[in-house]
């Protein structure tokens, strides 16, 4: 059976990927279901996502909405590159 404990980076990867998904941006809680990961512990990775400048949190009224920078485009993108030349190497 194959380990299923993701690391930090894929977390931040699938946070991305994610919030990458709505151009208009994402909701907390519609980010949470789509990581798999509980709101309080998510917030915290997202405020991190935000002082790396890979994310970008906008406030309209009561809802607060994030949206991937081009430096979180760039992450993604060196991210995947990465994990296709370990697979071709057969690492996980």
Not at 37 to 59: A, H, I, Q, Y
Request: net charge positive.
């Amino acid at each position: 059976m194959r380990n299923t404990k993701r690391s930090r980076a894929d977390l931040y990867a699938t946070v991305l990927e994610v919030i990458r998904r709505y151009p208009e941006g994402g909701r907390i809680t519609r980010i949470s279901y789509g990581v798999g990961v509980p709101v309080d512990r998510l917030k915290r990775m997202v405020e991190s996502l935000c002082s790396f400048g890979l994310v970008t949190k906008t406030t309209e009224g009561q809802e607060v909405y994030y949206g991937v920078t081009p430096r979180g485009l760039e992450f993604l993108d060196t991210y995947r590159k990465m994990n296709g030349f370990l697979a071709t190497f057969g690492e996980d």
